[in-house]
C-alpha cells in the first residue's frame, strides 16, 4: 500500500500506460522513491518516522484522484482481457514468484542473519522502528550502528516502518528483503519491454535474468533495492520520450537510488 500509493502519486500527472497491470505494478517500483523523499522531508521537518504517517502520506495522491474522478463522473473499473500483452505479464509474474519462493525458502532455511551487513542493518532498523527517527542522536555514543544517519536512509527506514507493524525483526527482514529483490524482476520487464519493443524478447530477456545466479541472493543489504529502482528510473526516462511530464518522475526516481546507496 506504501509503495503503490506513493507511485500514483508521483506518476499522477505523467501519461500512464493503457495496461492497467503494467502502469500499476509500475506505481509499486516509483513508490520506493517517493518513500524515500516523504521519509527525508519527515526528517528535516523533525517529524516522526511513523507508520501512520507514512500510510495517510502514501494514500493523499489516490484519494485526491478518486474525489476528482467522482466529481468528473469518470471513475472506470478495469476490464481484464487474457490479450498477449496480459499473458506476458502473467508469466512474469509466474516467473515473480518462482523467485520469491526460492529467496524465502533460502533465507528461512536457518534462524539467525547470515556475515556482518545484515546484522549492522538490522540494528538500524531496530534503532529507527523504536526511536521514530532517522538521524543519529547527538548526545548518544551510537556507533556501532554503521548503516544509520549520515548512510544513505532508504533501506533501514523503509525496514524501520515495516517493522512497526511487524513484531519480528528477522522475518520483516527476510521477508520483504526477498520481495523487494523479486519486484526488481516485474520491474525489469517493463523496462526491458521499452528497450526492445517486443514482448517475446523481453520476456526472454526476463527469464534469463530471473534464472541468471549471479543476479542477486537472499544477502540483506541495500544493495537489494538498488537495481529495481535503476530499471525504474530508466523506464521513466524511455516514456519521457512520450510524455515529457516522464522527466519528474524519472528525476524522482534518480534521487531515489541516490538516498539508497552512496555509491553503487
Known sequence: IYMWGFGYTITFLTKNSDNWLESNLMR??????????????????HIS????????????GPAYGLIKSIKNKSIKF??????????AIILVLIIFALTLSM????????????????????????????????TRPENLHLNFIGYID?????????????????????????????????LSIIFFYFFALQVFKRRAAALFATAALAFMPAYMSHFI????????????????????????????????ALAGILFTHQRQ
Open 49 to 60: 518516522i511513523d507508520w501512520k504517517i507514512f500510510l495517510i502520506g502514501s494514500l493523499l
Open 150 to 182: 549520515p548512510y544513505p536512509p532508504l533501506y533501514t527506514m523503509l525496514m524501520g516502518v515495516l517493522h512497526q507493524t511487524s513484531p519480528s525483526l528477522n522475518w520483516t527482514l527476510k521477508f520483504f528483503n526477498s520481495m523487494i529483490i523479486s
Open 103 to 134: 529467496y524465502l525458502k533460502g533465507a528461512f532455511n536457518y534462524p539467525y542473519l547470515e556475515d556482518d551487513d545484515p546484522y549492522g542493518y538490522a540494528l538500524a532498523t531496530k534503532f529507527i522502528a523504536t526511536e521514530n527517527s532517522i
Open 28 to 45: 509499486i517500483g516509483f513508490g520506493f522513491a517517493g518513500f524515500a523523499l516523504f521519509g527525508v522531508l519527515l526528517s528535516l521537518f
Open 221 to 252: 543489504w541495500s544493495h537489494s533495492l538498488l537495481l529495481g529502482m535503476f530499471f525504474c528510473a530508466m523506464y521513466a526516462l524511455m516514456k519521457a520520450d512520450e510524455d515529457k511530464r516522464w522527466f519528474i518522475t524519472a528525476s524522482i
Open 78 to 87: 478495469p476490464e481484464f482481457k487474457l490479450t498477449k500483452s496480459n499473458l
